[in-house]
């Protein structure tokens, strides 16, 4: 006869005529057919003398842990005293503590960079979409004082406010704010020449081209000028010149910012600034509108402004480093340079912006 077996706690019942504990799949039906008091396992702690009563049916039918069922009510990320806590089973430090370990959205995450500027003064709260932050003497009053643009807020600090006086006579259309310089630095950044004001403005529409030639003057097209600056330079231009407009790309053109209204020292809101999906396609209008297209390149020959004394010139220059595109330099009547006696020693070209007003002064003087 064999030695009677010893017993040894396990997960199984400790008796062959006992029942083993319900497993998760099993039904109403199952646990009521396997009645009778839980064995200790995995899942549970056993006390001498103590009893379990039996698990509560979930709504579904499902298996209630035996761990889950306490004195307490249930948490879903209350562990079991048997288990180690979840900080040391991940590893990462608890989220009471304000830790590494903390989870975003707690209380202790360290905030995003962007939230330490003041609420009034974030750009996502105080830049919507289709407006723009002009700053700088000029272009704060020359868009004070233009009737087209929709004004929003105007951000002043006290030496501003006198210096805008002597430019420009209030009342101004919109309440202007007091405000120190340290939060126009942190709004426009601390890199801006923003003379200590800042306007929120809408976006300005361009008119229609038909609208634009019915102005004085030449027209000047960029084919691909990407750098703000060059642009409100030669907007700059374009008004001390009386050219009607200036046309630019629908893509591979600057936007509308701060920096290129301040290049431009206000000409942004007297001299219309086009935007044009197929550059080729402007020009071709602009011939059928009786306009002689000239493109500006070194290879030409030189601009004479005598010469086009009874033709409307629209001026095309190309970009800073490439000049002109093939289609581009295609589609002009002609093309024509800048005559440059001192010209030689690697010195062959102009930038985009001075070459724009150099062509300008020339077709100025066929009058």
Not at 86 to 106: C, F, N, T, V
Not at 330 to 340: L, R, S, W
Request: glycine letters at 10%; hydrophobic letters at 35%; one cysteine or more.
């Amino acid at each position: 006869m064999k030695p009677p077996r010893q017993h040894r706690p396990s997960n199984r019942a400790s008796g062959p005529n006992e029942p083993r504990p319900p497993r998760p799949s099993g039904d109403e039906q199952e646990r009521g057919q396997r009645g009778g008091p839980r064995q200790p396992g995995r899942f549970h702690h056993h006390h001498a003398g103590a009893e379990t009563a039996p698990a509560p049916p979930r709504g579904g039918g499902g298996f209630q842990e035996p761990h889950r069922r306490d004195s307490q009510p249930s948490r879903p990320d209350r562990p079991h005293p048997s288990q180690p806590a979840r900080s040391q089973r991940l590893h990462i430090a608890p989220d009471e503590k304000g830790e590494s370990g903390s989870r975003r959205g707690d209380s202790h995450f360290p905030p995003r960079q962007s939230d330490h500027r003041p609420n009034e003064f974030r750009r996502d709260a105080d830049s919507p979409r289709g407006t723009v932050w002009l700053h700088g003497l000029h272009a704060v009053a020359a868009a004070l004082s233009n009737p087209m643009r929709r004004l929003r807020r105007l951000l002043l600090t006290e030496e501003a406010e006198a210096a805008l006086i002597v430019r420009c006579q209030p009342p101004w259309p919109v309440a202007h704010e007091r405000v120190d310089r340290g939060r126009l630095d942190q709004l426009l950044g601390r890199t801006t020449v923003h003379q200590g004001m800042a306007l929120l403005a809408d976006l300005l529409v361009p008119p229609p081209l038909a609208l634009v030639l019915e102005r004085p003057g030449p027209l000047i097209v960029l084919d691909q000028v990407s750098d703000p600056r060059n642009v409100g330079a030669i907007l700059r231009s374009a008004r001390a010149f009386g050219a009607a407009a200036v046309i630019v790309q629908e893509r591979n053109a600057p936007e509308e910012t701060g920096t290129l209204a301040k290049a431009a020292s206000g000409a942004l809101e007297t001299v219309p600034l086009l935007r044009a999906v197929n550059l080729a396609r402007t020009l071709v209008a602009l011939k059928a509108s009786g306009c002689w297209v000239v493109g500006l390149d070194s290879s030409g020959k030189s601009l004479v402004g005598s010469a086009l004394a009874e033709r409307r010139v629209a001026l095309v220059l190309g970009s800073e480093g490439e000049g002109l595109r093939r289609l581009t330099r295609d589609t002009c009547d002609e093309v024509a340079g800048i005559a440059m006696p001192g010209a030689g020693g690697g010195l062959d070209s102009l930038n985009v912006s001075a070459a724009a007003a150099v062509a300008l002064y020339e077709l100025g003087r066929r009058i």
